[in-house]
């Protein structure tokens, strides 16, 4: 138990994506008597890359007594989305042809 503590403690500090999302939103998806509900949580992330563009993921979250006291393992089950939010620049050294786009897999 200890060792699970210590996992979610580390992964909670050294996350970036929770220091970089803002939440704009939460459903309840299910009632729990003790501690918070399941739920389905939207957050925001603004591109540092390409300002303009906004990704929302929506992901859920597990409630209950261990997911309250952060024990509990949240379900794979995520979703995400990219839109424009503001006006997109290109840069003005981008010359004809190149590649401004890679993809990882």
Known sequence: MLRNFLIALSLTIT?????LAEEV???S?????????HKIV???FDDPDVPGVSCFVSRA???GIKGSLGLAED???A?????QTGEITLPPDLEEGEQ???QRT
């Open 79 to 83: 979703s995400i989305a990219c839109r």
């Open 15 to 19: 996350s970036p994506m929770s220091v």
């Open 75 to 77: 379900t794979s089950d």
């Open 25 to 27: 939103g939460e459903v």
């Open 100 to 102: 401004v786009f890679r």
């Open 61 to 63: 979250k597990t409630g």
């Open 42 to 44: 939207v957050e925001a």
């Open 29 to 37: 998806t299910a009632f729990k008597l003790l501690g918070a509900n």
